[in-house]
């Protein structure tokens, strides 16, 4: 089928219209680049996932890496599709002119990964984390570091790695085990075992650097003893050239329902003495540092999960476009010509949903990458405070919002296809498959509710949560100011009521109840206040339109602006309604899973 991956017309829309990116050439950072270059890159990615990624995608997904005890074996087209990658500059888009990189800001960054993930998936997670990695060591690395492992990482040459979980502590990682111990050159001696690492051992690369948290011999228990250490696949003599193999071994694969492009491995480190590490920062701030990547890697599983729900939509919507079958309820004649599907009002309802959700999904992450810039390139301190401060704490909802709602758009994209949904031959399964996997990396969604409401919300006097708010009541009155729009306006006011009920009494309940008790439901949290930031920005989006319809436009344009009315509509009708149940839940405590007892299952 010849679906487009993403509608480039909502591309131009949120880039242009909506974030206003083109405004950014003023910055110095992107003086050097203007709205050609900017979507001469997006291109450039669009043409390289035409032409690499797509025509292997199957293969990517039906032939698993494979690991014959001794090393990794991967389909022999990945590695040139990959190098093409490189090779375009891509990876590191963001980067410094020093460092390899075309300083483009994140957001052009984005939707140009957008368009490499719905054609290769986890295989550029590869890139994605290498480029992660070497933004965590230009952050806070000691300039031997950046000069040794940075360069390197940010041309292609090294791939990264972030390698945290272990058997016994997953998201708990204060309960890490991995061990380190000073040696007499300054180096670490590492020994432990870590698992579900991403990339963890291949070939496509000369040397792999995983970012591995341990614990140094007698420091604290808990989070606050844990440091963070460059431990290399391969030592790296002073002159760069590649020595052997450090102390790294890989102990096998995990074989996963999707993402099978990308390795993941289970690692150890130390099996013949310990494993050469280097110290990144100072002892016992590991995790500090771990979550400047891992911040980064949240919003990329947010921005991940919505490329893959927009994928599928365009593909469902094709494929809803071109294939007939059956006639309206009213159509009486059996005679008459069979519709295309995206006729019935059920195809509708499912395409509707989509359309709200993974547009919604990828204006959303589009906004995260858009607050990181602006809290360092934004032209005063207190706006690059206050992206600071938004972006902190819509982190939770970037990650999770998409990665819970995107799934749930892909399950439609294989209802709309209905029996050739369910095989192969077409990609939206595999699309279900690859989404699923984002609701439980990098923070489950429980973990990043949890931060919300226990952590984000409270934190700094609510500095967080009243900034968000007074975005919201911005977009409330820009609504109210054109008619066709103020009951949508209203019914996201009241929304706001609800959510500041809720909040006050969760807040007040967490100081004098059981707190196991009032977190029980911190997930119904997160879902409902995720739920009113797709519905501002679904509002942000309608001001647009409607300002847009206005004005004498091409048939198209209208039926464009038209489009993303009714996902306004159906967003706020069919979705925002249920913050209500939501909110029920939490301001009465309901204990339903909090009292069942463990031996009723």
Not at 219 to 243: R, Y
Not at 277 to 285: A, D, I, Q
Request: aromatic fraction near 8%; proline fraction near 4%; glycine fraction near 8%.
């Amino acid at each position: 089928m010849t679906a487009p991956m993403i509608n480039a017309r909502d591309i131009d829309f949120l880039l242009y219209e909506l974030f206003d990116s083109e405004s950014l050439c003023n910055r110095q950072r992107y003086q050097d680049h203007d709205r050609t270059t900017f979507n001469e890159v997006i291109n450039t990615a669009k043409q390289i996932a035409d032409k690499h990624f797509l025509p292997i995608r199957n293969k990517l997904d039906n032939q698993q890496p494979t690991f014959d005890g001794k090393k990794v074996h991967l389909i022999k087209e990945l590695k040139p599709a990959l190098d093409a990658l490189q090779e375009s500059g891509i990876p590191s888009a963001t980067a410094d002119y020093e460092f390899n990189g075309m300083q483009l800001p994140p957001i052009i960054a984005n939707v140009a990964g957008a368009y490499l993930t719905i054609a290769g998936g986890t295989a550029l997670g590869y890139s994605m984390l290498t480029t992660a990695n070497a933004n965590l060591l230009q952050a806070h690395g000691s300039k031997e570091l950046i000069e040794k492992w940075v360069k390197p990482l940010r041309e292609g040459r090294y791939a990264g790695t972030m390698a945290m979980t272990e058997p016994g502590a997953g998201s708990g990682l204060a309960d890490l085990t991995t061990t380190a111990i000073k040696s007499e050159d300054d180096s670490y001696k590492i020994t432990g075992n870590k698992i579900f690492i991403s990339g963890g051992d291949h070939d496509l690369n000369e040397n792999i650097v995983h970012l591995v948290l341990a614990r140094i011999k007698g420091a604290p228990k808990g989070t606050k003893g844990i440091s963070l250490f460059v431990v290399p696949k391969f030592l790296v003599s002073d002159d760069g050239s590649i020595g052997k193999q450090n102390d790294v071994a890989l102990a096998g694969l995990f074989h996963k329902m999707g993402g099978r492009a990308q390795t993941s491995t289970a690692l150890s480190f130390g099996e013949k003495g310990g494993a050469v590490g280097y110290l990144v920062g100072e002892e016992n701030k590991g995790l500090q540092y771990m979550f400047h990547m891992m911040n980064e890697a949240r919003v990329m599983v947010g921005s991940g999960a919505a490329a893959i729900a927009v994928g599928g939509f365009q593909y469902s919507l094709d494929y809803a476009n071109n294939r007939p079958q059956g006639r309206l309820p009213s159509c009486k004649d059996p005679h008459s010509p069979m519709v295309n599907i995206i006729e019935h009002a059920d195809i509708k309802r499912m395409l509707l949903a989509q359309k709200a959700y993974a547009e919604g999904a990828l204006a959303l992450v589009l906004l995260g990458s858009q607050l990181s810039d602006d809290e360092k390139t934004a032209e005063t301190d207190e706006a690059k405070a206050h992206a600071h401060t938004l972006l902190d704490f819509l982190t939770p909802i970037i990650k999770t919002w998409p990665s819970e709602y995107g799934p749930k758009a892909n399950d439609f994209a294989i209802q709309v296809l209905g029996g050739h949904g369910y095989i192969n031959e077409h990609p939206v399964e595999m699309f279900y498959r690859d989404n699923r996997l984002n609701p439980i990396h990098e923070g489950t969604t429980c973990i990043q509710s949890l931060d919300l409401l226990a952590r984000k919300v409270p934190m700094n006097n609510m500095l967080g949560y009243k900034a968000i708010l007074a975005e919201f009541t911005k977009t409330i009155a820009a609504g109210n100011a054109e008619p066709s729009l103020a009951a949508y306006a209203n019914q996201l006011a009241e929304a706001l009521t609800t959510l500041n009920k809720t909040t006050d009494f969760l807040l007040k309940a967490m100081g004098t109840e059981n707190i196991d008790l009032v977190l029980a439901n911190s997930v119904q949290y997160l879902s409902m206040f995720g739920h009113i930031v797709i519905s501002w920005i679904w509002l942000k989006q309608a001001v647009i339109a409607s300002a847009a319809l206005k004005e004498e436009l091409h048939i198209n344009e209208q039926q464009f602006y038209r489009g993303k009315l009714q996902a306004m509509q159906y967003f706020y009708r069919y979705e925002l309604p249920q913050i209500n149940h939501w909110s029920l839940l939490l301001t009465t405590l309901d204990d339903t899973t909090y009292q069942m007892n463990t031996d009723w299952f």
